[in-house]
């Protein structure tokens, strides 16, 4: 299990690289357009390799790796990049934690799991803490003049997303290889995409190909994406979602110091307030899972 533990430390490590990189690709890649070559350079990284690995998967397995694909790669991007063109790096890397305690609050209704006192109320630390950063942006009710709260909202939304991903992927894992599970469901992220891409198109809005932009979406679509998907899915084989959870705590961390350092971001009070309340919280609610 040890393993398991190091390969999700690292994979959030580097996840909380991809808020200030993602926002480096936005100045010149419109946002669904981003997710769409995300999506696409991870399934040319990933489809390949899975061809090696044969799987008969039921009707079942396959409308749930359908969910997984529309849910966790086309609208988990697109809700997230929007968010992030809305709000900023640091924000985004805080309202994170709406993933595990997604994984929270579904899994009593979708896995049927129970949740214990301490992480109830870890819970609501968490989401205390989320409202304080998203109203951080809200005119008239702090002192922060700039309107991030629609940002902040599509972002929180996005964690949701990425918490159904797994709450719709965790089934198969325990019984199907983490990569063509991985593969098949970034496919189906593209038919999610098209749509919205073909609005930018028509809206005018093109991609500037910068030097930049081609690095970013590069380390985007095959460290983040196809790796750090992969990595995950991975773990979760190994690692029950709960306990998964705790390592996400990282991306906060990572995400807000690099956006600070790097691109700027003011951190107000209510931001380390709500920061601090929101890995208090999941620690709390975390703490006790096991295996």
């Known amino acids: 299990m040890a393993l398991a533990d190091l390969a999700l430390l690292l994979a959030n490590i580097v996840y909380g690289t991809s808020y200030v990189v993602t926002r480096v690709a936005l100045a010149d890649v419109p946002p669904a357009t981003l997710a769409l070559l995300r999506v696409l350079i991870a399934a040319a990284v990933l489809v390949p390799l899975s061809l090696r690995t044969r799987v008969r998967l039921s009707g079942r397995e396959h409308a749930r790796i359908v969910g997984m694909g529309v849910v966790g790669f086309a609208a988990a991007f697109a809700l997230g990049h929007w968010g992030l063109a809305r709000s900023t790096a640091t924000n985004a890397a805080l309202l994170i934690v709406a993933e595990p305690l997604g994984l ?25 803490g989320a409202t304080l950063v998203v109203v951080n942006g809200i005119p008239g009710l702090t002192h922060a003049l700039l309107p991030r709260w629609r940002g902040d909202l599509l972002l929180v939304l996005s964690g949701l997303a990425y918490a159904a991903y797994s709450i719709l992927g965790r089934p198969i894992l325990k019984h199907r290889p983490a990569l063509p599970v991985t593969a098949l469901s970034a496919l189906w992220g593209v038919p999610g995409l098209v749509p919205l891409v073909t609005q930018e198109w028509l809206d005018g809005q093109r991609a500037a190909f910068t030097g930049s932009a081609v690095a970013s979406v590069l380390y985007l679509g095959v460290v983040i994406t196809a790796l750090g998907y992969l990595v995950w899915n991975w773990a979760l084989e190994r690692v029950p979602a709960a306990r998964a959870g705790i390592f ?37 609610t975390m703490r006790h899972a096991r295996e």
Not at 105 to 117: A, D, F, M, S, T
Not at 253 to 278: K, P
């Open 248 to 284: 996400v705590n990282l991306q906060p961390a990572v995400g807000a110091l690099l956006g600070v350092l790097l691109l700027g971001d003011a951190v107000s009070g209510f931001t380390v307030a709500g920061g601090a309340l929101i890995v208090l919280g999941l620690f709390l």
């Open 104 to 128: 929270i609050l579904l899994g009593p209704v979708v896995l049927r799991e129970h949740l214990r006192r301490s992480e109830a109320f870890g819970a609501g630390l968490a989401l205390i």
